[in-house]
């Protein structure tokens, strides 16, 4: 629909023959795009899943399998490794398993009594390790072991597994699986990403951190299979862990950031998770002080490690703002990147749901006292980074079908959004030709599609005589088995004309009939409230749809800028709280009681002349 908007704006100007012709090619578009718009859907899955052939997953006392996590996906019951069954409450649309691939399915084939090391008693130490200190005894010394005495065949055998399982799961149409593994690289800030195909070829073994721990190997390499017809794309995942690696202004040995690079990193890694189990990655208190919603799951550390992570480089709005000003500058711009969410369960999957949260690491934090959010019987907290998880996250799409080939794409043009867990749609549009007369009509979310650009797209700016400014249709839909909604923000970022990047929350759609005000640019209190005693929340507030049609009243033509959705829930107790609650205990006071869960949208990118 770019092309068509470029088209009528530019030709229309020129004659009445042109404006005819503007007219023609505009009506077209319109049909076309309503028509788009009409076949779309919201499709909610994840595309990040461990099971027994990832090294860590198997430690946990995780020994589910891939064919487990798709039927747990699908809404089968099945057993968690402290002993209990964990069931979601809706199948997903879409599932990715993606197990780590170094050292790929080693300890589980170690298990087997016919394996040529079974008998080594360092093997067997290893593959059969059963409690808590053994478990982390074999996490911090199995590795030389694993070098040393592991088999490639046994990676190329989970691999196959891995690849089985989601072909005998994948229902075009009722229920998708993608191919997929995760490429685990450190600095010794996080550089994880998941890796995902789009179709049944894939190579015949996994890229990991044993080939190179550069990111930009992992890309030539799929620029090399992309050449051989098979297509994949990565997400990297915790770059609020990555201690300002992930997100860096120079390549990972250190030099200076230029065009290829750029290219090569977008054509890759067209999308970020901004939220999963290890904590959000949207922004942080230091880097948005402005924001009164920043603080929200926040994990302060580095993954796998104590040690304090820093804010700058490592969240994804910062990454936008310094994409404008890499644009402006040396006009390169290697992040921009659409969102998605995930869980990262190292469990057979996760609930999504705050009150039935068991952890994300097996056996280690099964319980509340383990996961650090009841007393244990001397009376202190077990001192764990577990407290610091999350209840999270979900990726949503829209897309034609349920199927492998059309979810991917619309991966690949960011028509995406992300969730901290309850199934919220968003869809965000910009475009000139909308007003205000059209803002209540039941049709839209088409005509916005007819005219417009979605999240995840490129508006052009209009000819340089047109400073008008566009329009934004910013819509969401509460998950009608969750909690309503508040509040409808669009976060803009900008780069001010000395070359200064800034950024601005805006409330737009507020819940109960409730106005912004005009003074503060929020909506007030809709007094929803939650009594943490019992985790019962406020009766008859908040609201099922909110949208608005909104234009900027700080946009500047000249400016380059990005746009995007966030969207809140009413209050609700925080996975923590509802621990506390089933202890009989009050909520742990140094952790949030309650949540406000929310969801993203992919950005909408406005280019500055």
């Known amino acids: 629909m770019v092309f068509c908007h470029q088209v009528v704006r530019a030709v229309g100007r020129a004659s009445s023959l042109g404006r005819w012709f503007s007219a023609l090619v505009g009506a077209v578009c319109l049909q076309a795009a309503a028509a788009d718009a009409e076949t779309k859907h919201a499709f909610f899955g994840d595309l990040h899943v461990h099971t027994r052939y990832s090294f860590d997953a198997?430690?946990?006392?995780?020994?589910?399998?891939?064919?487990?996590?798709?039927?747990?996906?699908?809404?089968?019951?099945?057993?968690?490794?402290?002993?209990?069954?964990?069931?979601?409450?809706?199948?997903?649309?879409?599932?990715?398993?993606?197990?780590?691939?170094?050292?790929?399915?080693?300890?589980?084939?170690?298990?087997?009594?016919?394996?040529?090391?079974?008998?080594?008693?360092?093997?067997?130490?290893?593959?059969?390790?059963?409690?808590?200190?053994?478990?982390?005894?074999?996490?911090?010394?199995?590795?030389?072991?694993?070098?040393?005495?592991?088999?490639?065949?046994?990676?190329?055998?989970?691999?196959?597994?891995?690849?089985?399982?989601?072909?005998?799961?994948?229902?075009?149409?009722?229920?998708?699986?993608?191919?997929?593994?995760?490429?685990t690289s450190s600095r010794p800030g996080n550089l994880h990403r998941n890796v995902f195909y789009r179709g049944s070829e894939v190579p015949p073994i996994p890229f990991s951190r044993l080939d190179s721990l550069n990111p930009e190997d992992l890309w030539a390499w799929m620029d090399e299979q992309r050449e051989q017809g098979i297509d994949a794309i990565a997400i990297p995942h915790n770059a609020n862990g990555s201690d300002g690696d992930m997100f860096e202004l120079v390549k990972f040995e250190g030099g200076p950031l230029d065009a290829a690079y750029a290219e090569q990193r977008m054509r890759n890694e067209p999308l970020v998770e901004i939220t999963q189990v290890k904590g959000t990655s949207d922004t942080h208190p230091f880097l948005s002080p402005n924001d009164e919603w920043a603080d929200f799951e926040i994990l302060p550390y580095q993954i796998a490690s104590w040690r304090k992570s820093r804010p700058r480089g490592s969240y994804v709005r910062e990454a936008w703002l310094n994409g404008l000003a890499l644009e402006a500058s040396d006009g390169?711009?290697?992040?921009?990147?659409?969102?998605?969410?995930?869980?990262?369960?190292?469990?057979?999957?996760?609930?999504?749901?705050?009150?039935?949260?068991?952890?994300?690491?097996?056996?280690?934090?099964?319980?509340?006292?383990?996961?650090?959010?009841v007393r244990l019987e001397g009376g202190g907290f077990e001192e764990v980074a577990f407290r610091f998880f999350s209840a999270s996250g979900l990726a949503g799409v829209w897309a034609e079908e349920n199927t492998r080939?059309?979810?991917?794409?619309?991966?690949?043009?960011?028509?995406?959004?992300?969730?901290?867990?309850?199934?919220?749609?968003?869809?965000?549009?910009?475009?000139?030709?909308?007003?205000?007369?059209?803002?209540?009509?039941?049709?839209?979310?088409?005509?916005?599609?007819?005219?417009?650009?979605?999240?995840?797209?490129?508006?052009?700016?209009?000819?340089?005589?047109?400073?008008?400014?566009?329009h934004f249709l910013a819509w969401a839909l509460a998950d009608p088995q969750g909690t309503r909604l508040q509040r409808l923000q669009i976060i803009k970022g900008w780069l001010a004309a000395d070359g200064?990047?800034?950024?601005?929350?805006?409330?737009?759609?507020?819940?109960?009939?409730?106005?912004?005000?005009?003074a503060t640019g929020r909506c007030p209190d809709n007094g929803a409230e939650v009594d943490v005693a019992d985790c019962s929340v406020s009766e008859g507030v908040g609201a099922g749809e909110l949208r608005a049609l909104w234009q900027d009243p700080h946009f500047d033509p000249n400016a380059k800028a990005f746009y995007y959705v966030r969207v809140l829930e009413n209050p609700t107790c925080r996975w923590s709280t509802w621990d506390a609650v089933r202890a009989g205990a009050r909520p742990r006071p140094d952790i949030a009681a309650t949540i406000q869960e929310r969801a993203w949208s992919s950005p909408i990118w406005v280019g500055g002349r």
């Open 58 to 183: 198997y430690l946990f006392g995780t020994l589910t399998s891939p064919d487990d996590a798709y039927r747990f996906a699908k809404g089968e019951s099945v057993p968690h490794a402290a002993g209990f069954d964990l069931q979601i409450d809706r199948p997903l649309d879409f599932l990715a398993v993606t197990d780590h691939a170094f050292y790929l399915g080693m300890f589980w084939a170690w298990r087997d009594p016919a394996h040529p090391a079974a008998g080594d008693e360092d093997v067997k130490r290893c593959a059969f390790a059963s409690t808590i200190a053994e478990r982390g005894a074999a996490f911090r010394g199995c590795f030389a072991t694993l070098a040393e005495k592991g088999r490639e065949e046994d990676s190329r055998s989970a691999w196959q597994a891995i690849q089985a399982a989601a072909e005998r799961h994948n229902n075009p149409g009722a229920f998708t699986t993608f191919i997929g593994y995760e490429y």
């Open 332 to 373: 390169l711009n290697p992040y921009r990147f659409g969102v998605v969410g995930a869980s990262d369960s190292h469990n057979p999957g996760e609930r999504f749901d705050e009150d039935k949260f068991v952890g994300k690491v097996g056996v280690l934090d099964s319980s509340a006292e383990r996961r650090g959010s």
């Open 405 to 470: 080939g059309a979810i991917f794409d619309a991966f690949r043009r960011k028509e995406t959004f992300a969730t901290t867990g309850p199934r919220i749609k968003v869809r965000f549009f910009a475009a000139y030709d909308l007003d205000e007369a059209t803002a209540d009509a039941p049709n839209i979310l088409r005509v916005a599609a007819a005219k417009g650009v979605p999240q995840g797209a490129d508006l052009p700016m209009p000819p340089a005589d047109d400073d008008g400014a566009p």
């Open 500 to 518: 200064r990047p800034h950024e601005r929350v805006y409330d737009v759609a507020c819940s109960d009939g409730l106005a912004v005000d005009a």
